[in-house]
Structures are given as C-alpha cells and as structure tokens.
C-alpha cells in the first residue's frame, strides 16, 4: 500500500515537471530539460556526488534509441540509477527511497524570472497618464492601448470640421427664428 502512494506521488511530480514550460505536453512524456530541472529542483543535483552531467548521461541511457523523452518507467528507472550515487553512505533500497522522497511533492519554481524595475525614470516613461500630445490618444483611462483607434484618425462624416464646437445645434437655431 506504501509503495502505491509513493508511486502516486511520483506519478504526480513527474506529471506537474513535466508539462512545465511545454504548453502542448501531455504530462506521460518528459524531455530532457525538464527531467534536469525536476533533479535541480528536488535537489537531487548537490554539486558533488551528483552534477548536471550525470543527470544527462542518466537519462541518456534510460530513454529509448531515437527517442527525445522518457515515459513514466523510464524516470522511475533513471532516479534508481542516481540514487545509489546520491545517498553513497546508504543501501541502494534506503537511498531509492530517499531519492523518491526527495521527488515527491516537488514542483517547477521560477528562477530568474524577470521582475518589473521600479526605478524613478522607468515608473515617469511607462505610467500612461502621464503621455501628452498624440501619445495621449493611444491610450484609454486605465492605461491600456486602443490598438487601431489609437493610432490612426477616424473620420468623423458629420460634415462640420473637426474642431468646431457648435456642432448639432443648427436645428436648434433653424427652429428659433
């Protein structure tokens, strides 16, 4: 019963590692970057017993001739090839064991996401209320762009010109007199 939960657990993190960054992934398939980020995430990769190279030759054997990702087994394969490597002082069942926990439960994070710079120059050149001239025209109240209406002039057929400001009240004026 143990070993079906622990094997669940996997099942989710190799499926959650995955799909990351591929948004066309099935999450049964995993290619070698994510297969590196999910050992550099987990920390299975500690710099020493294990590098980032080991983790590439490991899936290299694992995967199938002429294919590009490993299937489920094929991972739980790999991670039984590290493990003995990783945990060196353990039995090879303790130090699968070890690796699988490692594993389980982890998920992708962000590094080096780029973050917005809130520098003085960049919040004066990038806050739109502050846009003067035709600027101004490209943008509606909240900052957001108008696309096409924005940038270029609609033709008003009304038959005034574009600056005039009584415009509408000639019925007015006609009806007066």
């Given at each position: 019963m143990a070993e079906n939960l622990d094997s669940e657990a996997l099942l989710n993190a190799f499926?959650?590692?995955a799909v990351y960054g591929d948004t066309k992934a099935s999450g049964k398939e995993m290619?070698?970057?994510?297969?590196?980020?999910?050992?550099?995430?987990?920390k299975i990769i500690d710099g020493?017993?294990?590098?980032?190279?080991?983790v590439d030759i490991v899936f290299s054997k694992v995967k199938q001739k002429s294919a590009r990702v490993i299937t489920f087994n094929e991972f739980q394969q790999?991670?039984?090839?590290?493990?003995?490597?990783?945990?060196?002082?353990?039995?090879?069942?303790?130090?699968?064991?070890a690796v699988y926990k490692m594993v389980e439960g982890g998920e992708p994070t962000q590094f080096g996401v780029t973050k917005t710079v809130k520098a003085g120059?960049?919040?004066?050149?990038?806050?739109t209320s502050l846009y003067t001239g035709s600027h101004k025209e490209r943008f509606d109240e909240s900052g957001h762009g108008r696309g096409r209406e924005g940038r270029?002039?609609?033709?008003?057929?009304t038959g005034f010109v574009s600056s005039y400001k009584n415009e509408g009240t000639y019925d007015k004026k006609?009806?007066?007199k």
């Open positions: 499926s959650r590692f290619n070698g970057k994510n297969w590196a980020k999910l050992c550099k995430d987990c020493k017993s294990i590098t980032g190279t080991d790999a991670l039984q090839e590290l493990a003995p490597k990783r945990f060196k002082s353990k039995g090879r069942d303790e130090a699968i064991m120059g960049v919040d004066r050149l990038t806050d270029e002039d609609v033709v008003n057929n006609k009806n007066e």
